[in-house]
């Protein structure tokens, strides 16, 4: 898809504006964090867990090379192919063949990120061939020929009314006067629709949670069941991953599986991991009769070693959007890709590049909440940084902006003029502003047109501390004698 | 250049590995040992203790549990389930000689198919290979007597599982596996379930049955002195 990455601030006003939306997100914003908090407190080892999830991956990162061979060894071994694909129309080539040799007409799919990333349903609409996304909320988003806005629940931003009219307008063959009222009534018809299509697909095509390097399988969680549809009934398999999605063992895989469903959306686990590796055994009665796994590339080996390095630890949970200020703000429309939140705002720079998507590390707080509850204790405000860091020296943001961080930093490298400066200045806003709020004030209507600014109170926080410090003192003495 | 070498050589020069000794793969050393991560204690039980913590974690995820003193008892309890929802009498059965060798037609006067999933099966009955007490998971490993369509295409699944099957964690579980499968395989699918199909797509509305199953009935067998 075309990014609208450029426009993000446009999305952001026009996502604020947009009332289903914005209930949604009021919905999300409670419903999710809590639930994980629940999920982490039943498990006492969570907080281990997460320490040796991020080492797991760590790990993985520092031999890549050794485990991508291992891993395709073993896909080999069972039955399998492995098919390497440097950039997205590579993969797409890749899956198109796949395909044709096939005769497909129709490939269901279940729920696959990387597949967004290389926009692959356009690809094979054009060359005649039928995708079929399986997820409820896949299914949903694709009849509106829109993104994902989320990368758990893609189809968060629409309410039952639109979901309903979507129906509508898709399901043609249907009672007009039917009754759409109830989402359990939506749920039965995109049932009823879509096992058609699971019993008639000449290829399923699956993305991949993990791919273990000790057996060549592929990991798919769903809590549907729409990927073991995909993968089990028609007679070609076909999963395509990118190539940081591997890990070692087993155990490493489950042990990544106790925090990827809690952190995702709480429950303990989700209802279906699947454990695919090969083509069907010469004696089992189902399973696919092909299996293929198109190992992507797509600028990751680029990120291995550079500053953003341990974004590729990342599970792609969801839970640094859930937790954030500003996608709870905004939601997954207004970054203008596939991926949203913080670890959109990382790896979108990375991946369509950091002119197109410049606008994205700077919307953020830093307020550190998305780090804090990443299951694989990603940096990610760090990471922002250095995006921001990145624009400013390559000169890219509005002149204006640049000219008021050169000569913050001007003055910030002269501390006791800083400190004239800053103490002069709070004084002044503090007398004019007492105890109440700006509603306005010259050259910060960036600020003051959204919301108001707290007037400071007349004293900065260096004065502040240097009157504060003596207490201190004589409190650390009084507790000196205390002890002594 | 194939994109495989190209794809590979980036890694190896990126992560310093062009000049490494032969021999020198910490990666395959790992799979080697598979050692074992943090294991949660609260699986860590004896034989009653996780049978009712199975039972426990399986039921807060909506699945409902019969525990039975022997195989023979199941053909009445599926009767039973059929009659309780109100089901056609018929059902699909997995092709495990344990299932096979029920007396279905003495018992019951259900209709007994068996094979592998159709899209218009109502009602399953298949053989767990395991079950996970720490969170209620079954585990379902494919082959010619266990097809995988049979757990997700009827709507209505029941699910046998023998009790000293019941491991306290998954990684017990994977070194059955590897025992009976060998070093570095698996077949084709392995299932974890845990609770029946579920969506919440729908203006994160919680619903059952969205593409699997929208019921799952698990029946332990606890055969006394086994």
């Given at each position: 898809m075309q990014p609208t990455s450029p426009q993000f601030k446009q999305n952001a006003r026009d996502a604020i504006a947009d009332d289903p939306l914005q209930a949604a997100l009021a919905k999300l914003a409670v419903g999710f964090p809590m639930r994980r908090l629940e999920a982490a407190a039943r498990l006492p080892e969570f907080e281990g867990l997460r320490d040796q999830a991020r080492d797991i991956k760590t790990h993985v990162l520092e031999n890549l090379d050794h485990y991508l061979e291992a891993y395709e060894q073993k896909v080999t071994e069972s039955g399998g192919h492995v098919h390497w694909c440097r950039d997205a129309a590579e993969a797409r080539n890749t899956i198109l063949d796949i395909c044709r040799k096939a005769n497909a007409k129709t490939v269901t799919k279940s729920k696959s990120m990387i597949s967004e990333e290389i926009a692959v349903n356009a690809f094979l609409e054009e060359n005649g061939i039928e995708p079929v996304e399986t997820d409820l909320g896949e299914y949903i988003i694709q009849l509106r020929k829109e993104p994902p806005s989320h990368i758990i629940a893609p189809a968060i931003h629409l309410s039952k009314e639109q979901v309903a009219e979507t129906f509508r307008n898709a399901h043609l063959d249907l009672a007009a006067d039917r009754s759409l009222v109830e989402p359990r009534a939506l749920l039965e018809e995109a049932r009823a629709k879509l096992r058609e299509k699971f019993l008639g697909a000449d290829v399923g095509l699956t993305g991949a949670n993990m791919l273990i390097a000790e057996t060549g399988t592929n990991v798919l969680v769903t809590n549907e069941g729409n990927a073991d549809l995909t993968n089990n009934l028609p007679r070609v398999h076909v999963v395509i991953a990118s190539i940081e999605k591997i890990v070692p063992t087993l155990e490493d895989a489950s042990t990544i599986l106790r925090v990827l469903a809690r952190s995702a959306t709480g429950q303990d686990i989700s209802v279906y991991t699947t454990f695919c590796t090969g083509p069907?055994?010469?004696?089992?009665?189902?399973?696919?009769e092909e299996y293929h796994v198109v190992l992507l590339d797509n600028g990751r080996s680029d990120m291995i070693g550079s500053e953003f390095h341990e974004m590729l630890r990342c599970i792609r949970c969801g839970a640094c959007l859930n937790h954030c200020p500003i996608y709870k703000s905004?939601?997954?429309?207004?970054?203008?890709?596939v991926y949203s939140g913080p670890m959109g705002a990382v790896l979108i720079p990375n991946l369509i590049g950091m002119e197109e998507a410049q606008h994205l590390p700077n919307a953020?707080?830093?307020?550190?909440k998305c780090e804090s509850v990443c299951p694989m204790r990603i940096p990610l405000p760090k990471m922002l940084r250095k995006w921001r860091e990145r624009q400013f020296k390559a000169e890219i943001g509005s002149p204006s902006a640049r000219w008021a961080l050169k000569s913050w930093a001007w003055l910030a490298k002269r501390p006791a003029l800083y400190r004239m400066a800053m103490n002069a200045g709070v004084a002044f806003l503090g007398q004019i502003g007492g105890r109440g709020r700006f509603r306005s004030l010259p050259f910060a209507g960036g600020w003051t047109s959204k919301r108001d600014l707290t007037a400071p109170s007349g004293d900065t926080f260096i004065s502040q501390y240097h009157k504060g410090v003596r207490g201190d003192q004589s409190g650390a003495l009084k507790r000196k004698k205390v002890h002594g | 250049m194939s994109a495989r070498d190209d794809i590979l050589g980036k890694l190896r020069s990126k992560l310093g590995h062009i000049n490494a000794p032969k021999g020198d793969n910490p990666a395959l050393k790992h799979i080697q040992e598979h050692q074992k991560n943090l294991i949660p204690k609260?699986?860590?039980?004896d034989k009653a203790q996780r049978i009712e913590l199975f039972c426990k974690e399986a039921t807060r995820v909506n699945a409902t549990i019969n525990l039975l003193t022997?195989?023979?008892?199941v053909p009445d309890q599926v009767s039973a389930y059929l009659r309780e929802h109100q089901l056609p009498a018929k059902i699909k059965i997995a092709p495990h000689p344990v299932l096979k060798g029920l007396d279905w037609q003495q018992k019951t006067s259900l209709m007994v198919d068996e094979g592998r999933g159709a899209g218009d099966d109502g009602v399953s009955v298949s053989m767990a290979y395991g079950g996970v007490a720490e969170t209620g998971t079954l585990v379902m490993s494919s082959g010619p007597e266990t097809p995988t369509s049979l757990n997700f295409l009827p709507l209505d699944h029941i699910v046998v599982v023998e009790?000293?099957?019941?491991?306290?964690?998954?990684e017990a579980v994977w070194e059955r596996i590897r025992v009976a499968s060998g070093p570095g395989k698996l077949p084709r699918t392995v299932n974890w379930i845990t609770g029946p199909s579920r969506t919440a797509d729908i203006e994160q509305t919680l619903l059952l049955g969205a593409h699997g199953p929208q019921r799952l009935h698990i029946l332990i067998v606890d055969q006394p002195g086994a």
């Open positions: 069907k055994r010469p004696e089992d009665l189902d399973g696919p905004v939601g997954g429309h207004a970054y203008g890709w953020s707080t830093l307020c550190g | 609260r699986g860590d039980l022997s195989f023979d008892e009790a000293d099957d019941i491991a306290g964690n998954y």
